[in-house]
């Protein structure tokens, strides 16, 4: 089992990469960690380096503001862009990187690329929710814009994805909408019901965004637009919440001393709530693994989306998802 990681990619970047490349090496000797990216740079950040610990030289980094397509076209040495062509010619099962979100859906479609049936791949992050399950929701800015048989696949590869990673037997598909109603929503997602009841899953019908994060369904369907719209504000929901939190409990000698009784309780609802315990997002449809991580992921995070990878190759997610589309 091989994965390699874009150690270049980040806001961290090399260090957390380099950091959580090593630490999933050192739990996982089953597993050959593969870091991309300068040599120099990631060997003066290794106090060691394991057997199953391979450094791989690239010359050149796709920057947060870099154009995706010129980029990934032009920069053929670019650590993501050598991580990409490593799984695309069988020299590694997968590959993660939390760098430049157009970068690596570019590289996804041209150097990976798609599987045979799949018309676009969709980013597939966990979003966290009340029960601590979270949903598996996608596509969520992947593509801006999606037509119902979009739809359609993204609902069949989320459910395979949340069933053959996640453990979830008969995962409940939801279809994101503004009432539950079936006739209710725009075109697209009027277009999109009757397609996914005809699909091979459990449709539960459409589900309200105020309802997602009471666990109401597994999975949530969504086109690329409404669906960033919707991560976008319950994570700065989510920030403004605790920020009000912490300036209540210290107002006075009185809040800091109840702030200081429930802190480990609200810790515990902050872990609930951190995009970091889930590793990072897959994009699915591609004809290899691919993770997306946060752009803020420290080495936890990085060590997380290394074990969602080897989770992902021994339930064999890519193969099974091409012989669900291709029939």
Avoid at 16 to 38: F, M, P, Q, S, Y
Avoid at 165 to 180: A, F, I, K
Avoid at 226 to 255: C, H, R, V
Avoid at 277 to 295: D, F, R, S
């Amino acid at each position: 089992m091989r994965i390699a990681i874009d150690a270049m990619g980040g806001d961290h970047a090399p260090d957390t990469n380099v950091l959580g490349g090593l630490e999933a090496a050192r739990e996982w000797k089953d597993t050959e960690i593969i870091l991309v990216g300068d040599e120099a740079r990631m060997k003066a950040l290794l106090p060691e380096i394991p057997s199953n610990l391979t450094l791989v030289h690239a010359s050149e980094v796709i920057e947060p503001e870099d154009e995706p397509v010129r980029s990934v076209r032009r920069k053929k040495d670019a650590s993501m862009v050598v991580a990409g062509r490593m799984v695309k010619e069988g020299l590694a099962e997968a590959m993660i990187s939390a760098g430049n979100t157009g970068a690596l859906m570019t590289t996804g479609l041209l150097v990976v690329g798609r599987i045979k049936g799949i018309e676009r791949p969709a980013l597939a992050p966990i979003i966290p929710t009340i029960d601590g399950k979270g949903v598996l929701a996608l596509d969520l800015g992947a593509n801006m814009d999606a037509s119902p048989e979009h739809l359609a696949q993204y609902a069949l590869m989320g459910s395979i994805y949340r069933e053959k990673v996640q453990g979830v037997s008969n995962p409940r598909v939801g279809l994101l909408n503004v009432g539950t109603e079936a006739k209710k929503g725009n075109e697209l997602v009027k277009e999109a019901y009757p397609l996914l009841e005809a699909l091979p899953i459990q449709f539960v019908g459409n589900v309200e965004a105020r309802d997602v994060l009471n666990g109401v369904c597994d999975v949530l369907v969504c086109d690329g637009f409404a669906g960033n719209i919707l991560l976008k504000s319950m994570e700065g929901t989510a920030a403004g919440i605790f920020s009000l939190l912490k300036q209540q409990f210290s107002k006075s000698l009185k809040t800091k001393l109840a702030a200081a009784l429930i802190m480990p309780e609200l810790r515990g609802l902050r872990d609930i709530m951190d995009y970091k315990e889930h590793g990072g997002a897959p994009l699915l449809g591609l004809n290899g693994l691919v993770i997306k991580g946060h752009g803020s992921s420290d080495a936890g995070a990085i060590k997380n989306a290394v074990r969602q990878a080897r989770i992902a190759i021994e339930g064999k997610l890519v193969s099974s998802i091409s012989q669900e589309v291709i029939g």
